[in-house]
């Protein structure tokens, strides 16, 4: 796999609008609402979130949709 190579693309289809892998099927999902008291710190941990899964998420293991 290609760890390097890969980016976190918004992608907006007809089924599914949000962030994904540019190299497999894996997308993020957002686990339960917003955590923040403020909008500016949800929208940091939600990138902080979004970050940290992208990081950690192996690419070959993710089945490919199309
Ligand atoms: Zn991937």
Not at 8 to 35: I, K
Not at 52 to 57: A, L, M, Q, Y
Request: aromatic content about 10%.
């Amino acid at each position: 796999m290609d760890a390097k190579r890969r980016k976190l693309a918004w992608v907006a289809r007809q089924n599914f609008q949000g962030w994904a892998c540019t190299e497999c099927a894996w997308v993020f999902s957002v686990s339960g609402p917003p955590v923040g008291k403020s909008l500016e710190e949800m929208k940091r941990n939600y990138e902080q979130q979004r970050d940290k899964e992208f990081t950690s998420h192996i690419c070959t293991q993710q089945p490919r949709a199309e």
